[in-house]
């Protein structure tokens, strides 16, 4: 669904990716896991055209999207829930919800909206509520729902458990898993590594701009020099 070859972008000198190449099939969740700075970011960032590449190609369900305008990617059916989730803090819950969909011109945006309410019950029980009174989860939850007010075939989500205690964690992934057998392809960016790996379908491993391993996820968390530097040696 998402193919991503050879791909080169940074900040002005520094070069943050050197070459990257991920492939996302549709229906999988894949797991890019890596250190702080590996790069992560910047490939989100590249995808949803925030990020300028230098060279590679980025395609999605075969169009060519390399550099496209985020709103016209937006339109093309990916979202992207960002690092630190950017809620809108003086906005009601609702308002931010609307946020997500202000692209659309369909007549089904009522229908998402309460489908994000069914699936984030707190959200809806708060809703005339500031975005920046929610708890760090709830906020997640928030990003995570305004992101799916537009609708997406492909949901980027970038370290959505920072900062978020482990049940709360544990209900994240619980719902990004819903999310996708309910038809989303997800690429998740985690540090969060052991479970971002037990949920995914094929895992990425980045390193200082480059891929250095991948594969499906269960021959990822078998590796060693995975076991060694990200999950504790076990
Ligand atoms: P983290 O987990 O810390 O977010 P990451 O793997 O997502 O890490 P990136 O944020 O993509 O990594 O950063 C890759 C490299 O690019 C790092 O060296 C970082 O310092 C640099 N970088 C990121 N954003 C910028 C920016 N806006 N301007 C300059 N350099 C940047």
Redesign the pocket.
């Known amino acids: 669904m998402l193919e991503i070859t050879q791909l080169v972008a ?3 000198n ?1 070069k ?2 050197k070459t990257v190449d991920i492939s996302v099939p549709e229906g999988a969740i894949v797991s890019l896991i ?12 590249s995808i949803m055209g925030l990020v300028q590449p230098g060279a590679g190609q980025i395609t999605f369900q075969g169009q060519n999207i390399t550099g496209l305008a985020v709103h016209k990617v937006v339109n093309l059916g990916i979202s992207l829930v960002p ?1 630190g989730r950017s809620i809108l803090s003086q906005m009601t819950v609702l308002e931010n919800l609307e946020m997500g969909a202000y692209q659309r011109k369909d007549n089904s945006i009522q229908s998402d909206l309460e489908k994000v309410f069914k699936r984030f019950p707190i959200l809806e029980e708060r809703k005339t509520q500031l975005g920046g009174t929610l708890s760090g989860g709830q906020q997640q939850m928030l990003a995570i729902g305004r992101a799916l007010m537009a609708r997406p075939k492909l949901l980027l989500l ?2 959505p458990s920072m900062g978020l205690a482990p049940l709360v964690v544990a209900d994240i992934f619980k719902v990004i898993q819903e999310i996708n057998a309910e038809g989303t392809t997800i690429l998740l ?1 985690e ?1 969060n590594v052991r479970q971002a790996i037990k949920i995914a379908h094929y895992a990425y491993v ?1 390193e ?2 480059r891929i250095v391993l991948h594969g499906k996820s269960e021959d990822i968390a078998n590796d060693p020099r995975v076991m060694e530097a990200y999950l504790g040696g076990r």
């Open positions: 940074g900040y002005g520094i943050a990716l890596g250190a702080n700075g590996a790069g992560k970011t910047t490939t989100m960032k690092e970038d370290e960016v540090q980045m200082t701009g």
